[in-house]
């Protein structure tokens, strides 16, 4: 086995074995580093998460919880979790999402969620300050190739949301999302730039009106 920790290059994808990469990922150097493992390559990010980064994230899983309860839709989201596919893939999203009546197929208990027993998350966001260009990139392409039925990518500094659908290992960019229909990509973008003058409570409070409107 490679000993890797002395020359690891994080916040890069690094040719890496299986083995090198669980190697890694053990070690209490990286204990709260978030792990990606794709096509011999990994990834471990260590870049402290700011407080934009962090405000950005805990908007969208407020609209998103917001949305889902007003409409009726069963969820559960995972923040942070980490999905392996042992001796090919792990990743490790800012925030995933089971759907409608998958929302408890994964039981109270589990670690890390194991891909060879259960099933890819319906929604899967990553929240980009430093590392747009990956998950616009590479991690876009391990999500397609999972079979992930949609992606997002929040762009911090811009206030964007760039939303794929995922069909066939490929994606297309969508205005609306799929898989919490009636839900507007464009209303998501809108409470981030209001987050930037406002508490997340007023931000809240203008989804709910939008969220109770006709659909």
């Known amino acids: 086995m490679v000993e890797l920790k002395a020359k690891l290059v ?9 083995e090198d990469y669980l190697q890694t990922i053990a070690d209490p150097t990286y204990e709260k580093a978030k792990g990606y493992y794709y096509q011999g390559h990994m990834r471990i990010e260590m870049a402290a998460v700011g407080c934009d980064h962090a405000d950005d994230h805990t908007v969208i899983i407020l609209a998103i919880g917001f949305f889902a309860t007003l409409r009726g839709i069963s969820l559960r989201g995972l923040d942070n979790c980490s999905f392996r596919k042992a001796n090919v893939q792990e990743f490790q999203p800012d925030v995933s999402y089971y759907i409608g009546n998958r929302a408890k197929v994964i039981p109270r208990g589990t670690n890390i969620v194991n891909l060879d027993l259960y099933p890819v998350p319906d929604l899967v966001i990553e929240v980009s300050k430093t590392t747009l260009l990956d998950d616009r990139g590479n991690k876009r392409t ?3 190739e999972l079979g992930v039925s949609e992606y997002w990518v929040v762009d911090v500094e811009k206030a964007e949301i ?21 839900l507007a990509i464009a209303t998501l973008e809108a409470a981030l730039r209001q987050s930037r003058e406002t508490d997340q409570s007023q931000v809240g409070a203008w989804l709910m009106t939008q969220f109770q409107q006709p659909g």
């Open 162 to 182: 760039l939303a794929f659908q995922m069909i066939d290992r490929g994606s297309k960019r969508i205005d609306e999302s799929q898989v919490l229909p009636g």
């Open 142 to 144: 391990l999500y397609e």
């Open 10 to 18: 994080t916040d890069a994808w690094v040719p890496a074995s299986w």
